[in-house]
């Protein structure tokens, strides 16, 4: 129990398009979806929160204007990173958590790794 | 302000011998605390938590923690390490009020055969 998946798992893209990255909770209902970044050889640093059904909460210092959150279903949250630039490489994480496991665990994706050229 | 310190940034111990993994923690009220592993370019992985009652916590892969609240430690242990045990672990902390998880820095953990 308790599967997170992300899609795609690597992405490559020319700098000033945009990504979408989708995160899904596989069995259990995510009430809350959080976002991450991971520098290399660095911990991970949280991006955003999101409810399901609301807007995200954005942490100090990230833009949310281009770190589009949308979490539309107990299952499903996308980042759609905006007008990539080559500084928005990085590894990005899921993590969700929610009904029908521990409520107060946060069980994380395999991580997609983005690479603007 | 919550914190969490990983003093180690590497641990190398010979296969079959006990490891630990170091971390402590500041948090304000009572100290939600997690354990994940890290395998390369993966996501983390679930390994413990503690959030109250008994102070030794078991796991996942026969890792456990001990929870000391006079030294805010929570350090991983396991009595007999294995090669496969080799990745990045990383101890999480969240408080009463908030699920926002807080990492260390993470300590690469290399057990030789």
């Known amino acids: 129990g308790a599967v997170v998946s992300q899609h795609p798992s690597r992405v490559i893209c020319k700098s000033g398009t945009s990504v979408k990255i989708e995160c899904r909770s596989l069995d259990f209902q995510a009430t809350t979806m959080f976002w991450y970044r991971q520098f290399p050889k660095q911990s991970l640093m949280l991006m955003a929160t999101s409810n399901e059904g609301s807007k995200a909460t954005y942490e100090q210092g990230v833009e949310k204007d281009k770190f589009l959150i949308n979490h539309a279903s107990l299952t499903l949250s996308t980042l759609t990173v905006t007008s990539a630039h080559p500084e928005d490489s990085s590894f990005y994480i899921c993590?969700?958590?929610?009904?029908?496991?521990?409520?107060?665990?946060?069980?994380f994706g395999p991580g997609t790794r983005l690479t603007v050229l | 302000a919550q914190s969490v310190a990983q003093p180690e940034d590497q641990v190398n111990v010979a296969e079959g011998n006990p490891l630990t993994v170091k971390c402590t923690y500041s948090v304000s009220g009572n100290p939600y605390l997690f354990w994940y592993v890290q395998y390369p370019n993966r996501g983390l992985q679930f390994l413990l938590k503690?959030?109250?009652?008994?102070?030794l916590v078991k796991g996942s892969y026969g890792f456990e923690a001990e929870f000391n609240k006079s030294q805010t430690s929570f350090h991983l242990k396991k009595p007999s390490a294995l090669v496969s045990d080799s990745a990045l672990y990383f101890c999480?902390?969240?408080?009463?009020?908030?699920?926002?998880?807080?990492f260390g820095t993470g300590t690469r953990l290399q057990v030789f055969p």
């Open positions: 993590s969700a958590s929610g009904q029908g496991v521990s409520t107060d665990t946060q069980y």
């Open positions: 999480a902390v969240s408080g009463d009020n908030t699920d926002k998880l807080i």
């Open positions: 503690y959030i109250t009652g008994d102070n």
